[in-house]
């Protein structure tokens, strides 16, 4: 396996904004085709701000661009689940929206509802969960093997797992995923996160796709504020399985995460992992592919040398290319902005400039040095690029993992407290595991990932309760002879003859 010294970041939130340009042209367009007045939203200054409050669209809408009178003809484009917007104007039952990636369309009015979610908000998230996953990577880059996961998958799972937490079993959790925000805040903002992973347009160049499913004991009673919570915020259905039979369970579990991920992340669940004291998994499924905006030639990709330390080089198919990246070199390190498709998304590679340099650059992996890392990019129109293809398939049994970061009380039998999801405290998480596969190629990268957190019932010992008469006897365990035999009817009747 070869050990990479460079490291890839999906960056999946680059936000920006329409131009005011952009939206007097298409909100004067919208006037001349509307039949009727259309009462502006904001102020009658079409150049105004939108208002402060929040919108979101809570399913995948289609919308068009930028009158609604193309209902019934192809639709210009779909906003994601989730997706946040301001309301520009309202039309009867059309509303014209601005998403807070600078996207302007028609949608049907009923489409929107007010959030109680900002844009803050979402991005509090994300740099929580951009401090857990820098924190996990710290975790996991011991050795010399290739490194490859999804803090996403991660975070979802065990966001999921967090909705049925309490008490101290709560905190732990808050405390080392960086869930910092209010409860119900958090849920709602986990929801508007997750609309980022879906394709907002078929022609952008990107598929991406997550899903989440809740497996449960048959019979087996969840309360209905945690079933309703995953599913309106997480769309994570409760399916039943008998876990008596356990590898009927894996099996059933491990084919919904083939079907979600392109079949790139098999046998997630390994054999023996769930039991017949399980009685809820939590899963998550996200699936990513994307074509380079400027995509590499195969006929440039050629086999070259790649220093593996400062003695040992092995042969490896490296592409080239040239042409204009957003590109940085700082004193011990160059960086790499590789858009896809619409460039909603990007690779982000970080390479030290010396062969030996890759646990120091690590050691200065978190939050703030990567902001400012990527705050120094700038636009080169020809940069000279080569990049080794590669694929990699990991996996990691995270239950160690998390127990060190801080999450300890949840995997306590006697101790973890999940009584949002039953009422009781005899739930805790018995495992949590994950998967992952990336294929980087001259056309782009296909990445899958998927995370299963297993809950099991404390398993309680057989009881044995002599609490009324009962038949003793003792004997020889040699030869099996009986050599006393008895009963007792009152153990509280004075000794003697009867």
Request: hydrophobic share 40%; aromatic share 8%; proline share 5%.
């Given at each position: 396996m070869i050990r990479c010294s460079i490291f890839l970041l999906l960056s999946s939130l680059c936000i920006g904004c329409g131009s005011t340009v952009e939206l007097n042209r298409s909100l004067s367009e919208v006037d001349r085709k509307q039949p009727n007045p259309v009462?502006?939203?904001?102020?009658?200054?079409?150049?105004?701000p939108p208002r402060a409050l929040k919108y979101l669209i809570p399913d995948e809408t289609e919308y068009y661009n930028p009158a609604p009178q193309q209902q019934g003809q192809p639709a210009d484009g779909i906003f994601a689940a989730g997706t946040m917007v301001d309301i520009l104007r309202e039309a009867g039952q059309y509303v014209l929206v601005r998403s807070e990636s600078g996207v302007i369309g028609c949608v049907a009015a009923e489409a929107v509802r007010l959030s109680n979610v900002s844009a803050a908000d979402v991005f509090g998230l994300v740099r929580g969960c951009n401090q857990f996953a820098l924190d996990l990577y710290q975790q996991l880059r011991s050795g010399d093997e290739n490194l490859f996961f999804s803090p996403t998958s991660i975070s979802v799972a065990l966001a999921m797992t967090f909705a049925g937490a309490a008490g101290d079993t709560q905190a732990e959790m808050a405390r080392t995923m960086h869930f910092d925000m209010p409860y119900a805040q958090f849920h709602e903002s986990m929801h508007a996160f997750q609309g980022f992973w879906a394709s907002p347009d078929k022609d952008s160049g990107i598929r991406l796709n997550l899903a989440n499913r809740l497996w449960g004991q048959r019979d087996y009673q969840f309360l209905p504020a945690f079933r309703d919570l995953t599913r309106d915020?997480?769309?994570?259905?409760?399916?039943?399985?008998?876990?008596?039979?356990?590898?009927?369970?894996?099996?059933?579990?491990?084919?919904?995460?083939?079907?979600?991920?392109?079949?790139?992340?098999?046998?997630?669940?390994?054999?023996?992992?769930?039991?017949?004291?399980?009685?809820?998994?939590?899963?998550?499924?996200?699936?990513?592919?994307?074509?380079?905006?400027?995509?590499?030639?195969?006929?440039?990709?050629?086999?070259?040398?790649?220093q593996v330390n400062k003695t040992a080089k092995v042969k490896v198919p490296m592409m080239h290319r040239t042409g204009?990246?957003?590109?940085?070199?700082?004193?011990?390190?160059?960086?790499?902005?590789?858009?896809?498709?619409?460039?909603?998304?990007?690779?982000?590679?970080?390479?030290?400039?010396?062969?030996?340099?890759?646990?120091?650059?690590?050691?200065?992996?978190?939050?703030?040095?990567?902001?400012?890392?990527?705050?120094?990019?700038?636009?080169?129109?020809?940069?000279?690029?080569?990049?080794?293809?590669?694929?990699?398939?990991?996996?990691?049994?995270?239950?160690?993992?998390?127990?060190?970061?801080?999450?300890?009380?949840?995997?306590a039998?006697?101790?973890?407290?999940?009584?949002?999801?039953?009422?009781?405290?005899?739930?805790?998480?018995?495992?949590?595991?994950?998967?992952?596969?990336?294929?980087?190629?001259?056309?782009?990268?296909?990445?899958?990932?998927?995370?299963?957190?297993?809950?099991?019932?404390?398993?309680?010992?057989?009881?044995?309760?002599?609490?009324?008469?009962?038949?003793?006897?003792?004997?020889?365990?040699?030869?099996?002879?009986?050599?006393?035999?008895?009963?007792?009817?009152?153990?509280?009747?004075?000794?003697?003859?009867?």
């Amino acid at each position: 396996m070869i050990r990479c010294s460079i490291f890839l970041l999906l960056s999946s939130l680059c936000i920006g904004c329409g131009s005011t340009v952009e939206l007097n042209r298409s909100l004067s367009e919208v006037d001349r085709k509307q039949p009727n007045p259309v009462s502006p939203v904001v102020r009658e200054n079409d150049s105004a701000p939108p208002r402060a409050l929040k919108y979101l669209i809570p399913d995948e809408t289609e919308y068009y661009n930028p009158a609604p009178q193309q209902q019934g003809q192809p639709a210009d484009g779909i906003f994601a689940a989730g997706t946040m917007v301001d309301i520009l104007r309202e039309a009867g039952q059309y509303v014209l929206v601005r998403s807070e990636s600078g996207v302007i369309g028609c949608v049907a009015a009923e489409a929107v509802r007010l959030s109680n979610v900002s844009a803050a908000d979402v991005f509090g998230l994300v740099r929580g969960c951009n401090q857990f996953a820098l924190d996990l990577y710290q975790q996991l880059r011991s050795g010399d093997e290739n490194l490859f996961f999804s803090p996403t998958s991660i975070s979802v799972a065990l966001a999921m797992t967090f909705a049925g937490a309490a008490g101290d079993t709560q905190a732990e959790m808050a405390r080392t995923m960086h869930f910092d925000m209010p409860y119900a805040q958090f849920h709602e903002s986990m929801h508007a996160f997750q609309g980022f992973w879906a394709s907002p347009d078929k022609d952008s160049g990107i598929r991406l796709n997550l899903a989440n499913r809740l497996w449960g004991q048959r019979d087996y009673q969840f309360l209905p504020a945690f079933r309703d919570l995953t599913r309106d915020k997480y769309s994570a259905e409760l399916a039943q399985l008998d876990f008596a039979d356990s590898e009927h369970s894996r099996q059933v579990i491990n084919s919904w995460v083939e079907e979600q991920t392109e079949k790139k992340i098999v046998d997630l669940i390994p054999g023996g992992f769930l039991s017949s004291d399980t009685r809820l998994v939590l899963t998550n499924a996200v699936y990513f592919q994307g074509n380079w905006a400027d995509q590499f030639k195969k006929e440039d990709t050629s086999d070259q040398d790649f220093q593996v330390n400062k003695t040992a080089k092995v042969k490896v198919p490296m592409m080239h290319r040239t042409g204009n990246c957003r590109y940085s070199a700082l004193d011990d390190l160059q960086i790499l902005e590789l858009p896809y498709g619409d460039g909603s998304l990007s690779m982000i590679v970080l390479l030290p400039k010396r062969v030996d340099g890759l646990e120091e650059l690590e050691a200065q992996l978190n939050v703030e040095n990567l902001q400012r890392w990527m705050q120094s990019l700038k636009s080169n129109d020809r940069l000279e690029i080569s990049l080794p293809r590669f694929k990699a398939t990991t996996e990691f049994d995270l239950s160690r993992t998390l127990k060190a970061m801080g999450i300890k009380t949840a995997f306590a039998p006697i101790g973890a407290d999940f009584s949002g999801m039953t009422g009781d405290t005899t739930l805790f998480i018995s495992g949590v595991v994950h998967k992952a596969f990336v294929d980087v190629n001259e056309e782009g990268t296909e990445a899958a990932a998927a995370t299963a957190v297993v809950i099991s019932t404390v398993s309680m010992p057989p009881m044995f309760i002599a609490d009324h008469p009962f038949v003793f006897m003792i004997r020889n365990n040699r030869n099996g002879a009986l050599l006393f035999v008895g009963r007792i009817k009152n153990p509280a009747a004075s000794p003697g003859n009867n």
